[in-house]
């Protein structure tokens, strides 16, 4: 079945790397996102790779994807208190006439100073 | 720029009456989706369209209706409101081609009392 999963929360101290971690489940998966809510707001879209590359980097944000373990994971590097939000993963489903993306519940990045 | 809004942005309203919140779109994208987001459950798609006239149920869909008569427009609505659909709603939009991403509304908070 379709199904993302993600650890609920994480802390980090300001300066230090975060790595958030999430596991998918459907192989055929062709992109897979990383989306940031801070509080009272919407998703944002941060970043999202294709299912063809082990590595994205943009700025601080590295994106790993291991495709034999069905494994994502996004790293903060030099995470800042204003990285504090809700990190979601999310992996897209191709139907006939179009594509849907399915949500891990989202991981709860606390940043201490 | 391209912006996807949501009206109201919050609402209250009672047990067993008719809720439809709007969702307005203008990137010219075909696809349109809406959530809910609770406590412990992350994101859950109730409905979404692949384009004018096409409709189809999320998750999460009873209680609930969308109509597709625009490009830009997919309003949400509540046939008899219920304590149990307090939540915040949060409509996106995607291309149809490509890599999918869906960009989100600000979300409506709606509480049923």
Redesign the interface.
Known sequence: GEDVEQSLFLSVREGDSSVINCTYTDSSST?L?W?KQEP??????LT?I?SNMDMKQDQRLTVLLNKKDKHLSLRIADTQTGDSAIY?CAE?L?YN?????I????TELSVKP | DAEITQSPRHKITETGRQVTLACHQTWNH??M?WYRQDL????R?IH?S??VQ?TNKGEVSDGYSVSRSNTEDLPLTLESAASSQTSVY?C?S?D?SG?????????TRLTVT
Do not use: R, V, W
Request: overall charge negative.
């Open positions: 992109y996102y989306y009272g707001a919407g998703l944002q879209l999202y294709f979601f897209l191709i006439q179009g594509g849907k993306l949500f891990g519940q989202g | 075909n696809n989706f412990g459950h992350g994101l798609l979404y692949y384009g096409d949060f996106a995607s149809s890599s999918y991403e869906q960009y989100f509304g600000p979300g």
